[in-house]
């Protein structure tokens, strides 16, 4: 690792496998609170754009609508610091959390892509290219979920800053409104890149999980212990 480096405990191997050391704690941090915020966002913003708990109840509790709110802003900043550690990591991080690692750039990469298609999709499952870090599709679909995530970070605080024209964020994020061709525009845009997320993490989820199943290397586990275990005898296209 270049930069400074991170005290970690390895595994010793297992068997015919080895334990690699792919993701530092604040990668492994920064994806957790990530995790928690876009869950917390989710679901308050769903019900700021349209109050599906307005009950009698709320009748006796009006401020039910600013606890949201406040979750919602308060999800929305840790997003935000999240993103920060992230963009610095990489350059800061190792070879397989460096900016190079997030896109796709070398040719055989996207020729690897493909391949990694037709692996997803069951079609030539035995000739999928072994990745230590990313693949060229996740590789491709993390830069495509962090675009999505800029832009509902930034239309949000376009319309948090309506709130209080004049004030520090309507200052600084106001020009997005006429840009995006008014507020309502902006409202619907980011409301309808919220379902980008909803339909992002279940697959997400599910190819990890299937990743485990098939190759046997602790892919899902990695997000947690920082490695994962892989076979002497596999070429890996990033090592």
Known sequence: MTGFTLKHQVPPPQGRYTWVYLWGW?????????????????????????????TAREQGDPFMMGWFRAIHFGAA????MTAIVRFYWLFAGNKFERLAALFPIRTKDWVNMFKQAKYYLMIQPEKAPHYLGHNPMQQLSYTGIYAVAL??????????????????????TNWVVPILGGLQVVRWIH??????????IPVHVYLAIRADFMERGGVVSSIVTGGRFVPPDHHFEDD
């Open 26 to 54: 604040p990668i492994r941090a920064m994806h957790w609170i990530a995790v928690i915020a876009i869950v917390l966002l989710t679901v308050t913003g769903l019900y700021i754009g349209k109050p599906y708990f307005v």
């Open 77 to 80: 900043a840790a997003l935000v």
């Open 191 to 200: 409301h309808v890149f919220t379902w980008v997320f909803l339909i992002f």
């Open 151 to 172: 832009l509902m970070v930034v239309t949000g605080f376009a319309l948090y800053g309506q709130s209080n024209p004049g004030g520090l964020w309507y200052s600084a």
